[in-house]
């Protein structure tokens, strides 16, 4: 493994853990009726590699998975990062 695969895992190990403790955050301050972290920024976390947190973090706390955008659209972007991860292994290697 060379170096740009360790960051990368590292990356995305971090953003993962980070996105999945956001939507708690979120779920704790809607039970509290606080300021809450806008959709637009729960989404960007999974599209910028945290979509396997997102959904872990929907599961474990209930959290947004009644809501479309979220129901469909985090599985979704899951599958295109699996898609674009296999195209470009397959192109490079």
């Not at 704790?28 to 989404?43: N, Q, V």
Request: aromatic share 16%.
């Amino acid at each position: 493994m060379n170096e740009i695969h360790i960051i990368l895992t590292i990356y995305l190990i971090a953003i993962n853990i980070a996105t999945f403790f956001v939507y708690g955050i979120d779920k704790w301050k809607a039970r509290r009726s606080k300021w809450r972290i806008p959709e637009s920024t729960l989404l960007t976390l999974a599209v910028l590699g945290g979509s396997i947190g997102a959904f872990i973090g929907m599961r474990t706390w209930y959290h947004k998975t009644m809501h479309n955008k979220f129901k469909y659209g985090v599985p979704l972007i899951i599958n295109l990062q699996v898609v674009l991860a296999v195209y470009i292994y397959i192109r490079f290697h």
